[in-house]
């Protein structure tokens, strides 16, 4: 009989300071594509006509994001938010119908911002 081994919860990783903190430090350093989904998934998760459901998917995803321990480490140059990329795109593919205008026009200003025109 094989032994199950449980998927890690990364939604214990997410928290308001930790997503700014690690958003904030590394958006030059993840780029504008990870930074962006990062942020719609964040604007999406504030609203709160979110339905639960999609919050739980935000939750989990932006918890990778955060974490130190995912699969391909940080650290690693070119490849290392290919995975925390991966993960961002899938849910907001999940979640898409919750990314509404104004959750793209606060990740555009927060965009400017760090990034510049």
Not at 35 to 42: C, F, G, N, R, V
Not at 51 to 69: E, H, N, Q, R, T
Request: without cysteine; glycine residues 6%.
């Amino acid at each position: 009989m094989s032994k199950k081994t449980k998927e890690p919860d990364y939604s214990k990783e997410f928290t308001d300071e930790g997503f700014w903190a690690k958003a904030g430090d590394y958006a030059k350093t993840a780029g504008g594509e990870v930074i962006e989904k990062a942020l719609w998934l964040y604007y999406a998760f504030e609203q709160e006509k979110t339905p639960v459901w999609a919050k739980s998917a935000i939750v989990a995803a932006l918890g990778y994001f955060i974490s130190p321990i995912d699969a391909i480490p940080d650290i690693v140059p070119v490849v290392g938010y290919a995975d925390d990329l991966g993960v961002l795109a899938l849910a907001v593919t999940t979640v898409a119908s919750q990314i509404d205008q104004k959750v793209k026009r606060l990740t555009k200003t927060k965009l400017k911002d760090w990034f510049g025109d």
